[in-house]
């Protein structure tokens, strides 16, 4: 008989505590066979169950009053008796409330050393925070009158920038349009520069011609004064 046939002994004998019939069907369960003797049976793990058939820790969700009775695990029948005794002896407590409470009383101890802490320092910022407003205050009345110079200083500083960079912004714009005047002269003569070469150039091609029509000249007078000569020579010796 088994751990799982105990426990069902258990829930059956506190339903029906005068059932006779199934105490003689539990002996004749017990008794085995030789072979069945033989075989070591392994001890299979029951887990609690706080209902039948539960399929969660509690129908509530909440951690039960008692954990339940041990039922011990023999050889021979069961004994109401001894298993009363037995379970009264090994009656299991929950020490996860105890856990809880002693835990609950640290934490609210560190708690409460936390708050004083937390007061503390919130003392301590809100002193901190009333002395930059009193010193804040102090620079304040203590530079104004330094300030109020250096803006006014930096404001005359800044006016006479003004005028500064109109200046130059006036002669940028002056400087520009006497650059466009240059470029637009520099064009001008590169054109009359181009024409007056277009113009040598024709004249040196005239004057060419003219120096070879001169040069035909000559040969042609120098030719005519040969024959003139020659022919007077001739004339006077005949």
Known sequence: MDLIDLYHVHDHHVAFPDDDFFDEKLMQNEVESPKESTKMKKPRFVPWEPYKAAPSADRKGEAPQELPKLIPYGGGLVDENSNKHISEANLLVDARRFRAKLNEDCESEQVLELKKQIDEVKSQLELERKLNAELKRLMVATISDELQGQVQALTEDKIRLAHRVQEFSEKLCHEDEQLDQLKIDRDVWKCKFLAQSIR?????????????????????????????????YFSAHC
């Open 200 to 232: 040598t150039d024709e004249l040196s091609y005239r004057a060419e011609v003219l120096i070879g029509m001169l040069r035909e000249a000559q040969r042609i007078v120098k030719n005519a004064w040969y024959v003139n000569f020659t022919y007077l």
